[in-house]
């Protein structure tokens, strides 16, 4: 008898597929990351960062990879705007990941995890359910 559904941390990047082949069907799991059109506050589109990225590598980006153009993205403005530690603290905006917060431990608190789910060798991100 198969589980009616399974979930798995490492499902949101492309080497889970890559290595489950297709075990990996029907998989969900959570991505810090979905390159969509929506114009954040700080940075490119997660669209416009993923057609940048495959232009420069040749391969579609991690989410790993959007984290960490992001966090720069994130230095760059806070740089230019001479920010100060308690203004970086108190700092809300957006990047292609989404919102951006902090907490007062330095975590970030800002950000919603999107869930995809594996269809015919393809990550999907999963809409949420309305209401």
């Known amino acids: 008898r198969q589980p009616a559904l399974v979930g798995a941390v490492a499902a949101g990047i492309q080497a889970f597929a890559q290595e489950l082949g297709v075990d990996a069907e029907g998989v969900l799991g959570p991505v810090q990351w979905w390159p969509d059109h929506s114009q954040p506050q700080i940075g ?34 806070a740089h230019r705007q001479r920010m100060t530690v308690d203004q970086i603290h108190r700092w809300t905006t957006s990047t292609m990941l989404g919102g951006f917060a902090l907490d007062t431990a330095w975590r970030q608190i800002g950000h919603d995890v999107a869930t995809v789910r594996w269809r015919n060798g393809a990550m999907v991100r999963e809409k949420p359910e309305p209401g």
């Open 44 to 77: 490119p589109t997660g669209r416009e960062f993923a057609a940048s990225y495959r232009a420069s590598t040749g391969s579609e980006p991690s989410y790993v990879a959007a984290q960490v153009a992001a966090t720069g993205y994130l230095a760059q403005a």
